[in-house]
C-alpha cells in the first residue's frame, strides 16, 4: 500500500490556518470546489 498523512486540524487555532492555506492557491481551491459541486457521487 501507500504511505500517507492525514492533518486532523483541533484547537482554538484551526480556522486562522484552514484561511491562510486557502489563501495559498485561490484559484485551485476555487477549481476544486466548482469541480466537486459538479461531480457525480
Excluded at 4 to 15: A, D
Aim: cysteine-free; overall charge positive.
Amino acid at each position: 500500500g501507500y504511505r500517507i498523512r492525514v492533518l486532523i486540524s483541533y484547537g482554538s487555532h484551526w480556522y486562522p490556518w484552514f484561511m491562510r492555506r486557502l489563501a495559498e492557491h485561490p484559484v485551485k481551491n476555487l477549481w476544486l470546489a466548482i469541480r466537486n459541486l459538479f461531480a457525480r457521487g
